[in-house]
């Protein structure tokens, strides 16, 4: 498949998640403290609660339901409830457009 246009770079705010949804698949994108721009998928494996609700902290996305954290890097839970990684989504970024392919996972 081809890369979508998720959203624009310049709407995303520092540690603060954004939901979208690209052919159906929901996805947390967050531009962490350093400027580095991540795609994990939107579900904690845990509750099935939206992750985009949660708290970024370092590299890291935490669930609102139950506190379990994900790395934005790899996608794998750092801590209980939860012991199921999130996906982790390819970001390209050309001009101002995020660009996410929802089917081709980051190699961790």
């Known amino acids: 498949m081809t890369a979508h246009r998720a959203c ?3 709407e995303l705010e520092q540690d603060t998640p954004l ?3 690209l052919d159906g698949v929901a996805i ?3 531009k962490d403290s ?4 991540h795609a994990i998928g939107d579900r904690c494996t845990h509750g099935d609660v939206s992750l985009s609700e949660g708290f970024v902290e370092g590299d ?3 669930c609102w339901a139950h506190g379990s954290r994900f790395s934005l890097i790899t996608g794998q839970p750092l801590n209980l409830p939860a012991y199921e990684p ?3 989504y ?3 970024v050309d001009g ?6 929802p089917t081709v996972l980051k190699e961790v």
Request: hydrophobic content about 55%; charged content about 25%.
């Open 8 to 10: 624009g770079a310049s």
């Open 19 to 21: 939901r979208v949804e």
């Open 28 to 30: 947390a994108i967050v």
């Open 34 to 37: 350093a400027g580095d721009i």
């Open 60 to 62: 890291t996305l935490e």
């Open 86 to 88: 999130v996906p982790v």
């Open 90 to 92: 390819v970001v390209n």
């Open 96 to 101: 101002d457009d995020v660009l996410i392919d």
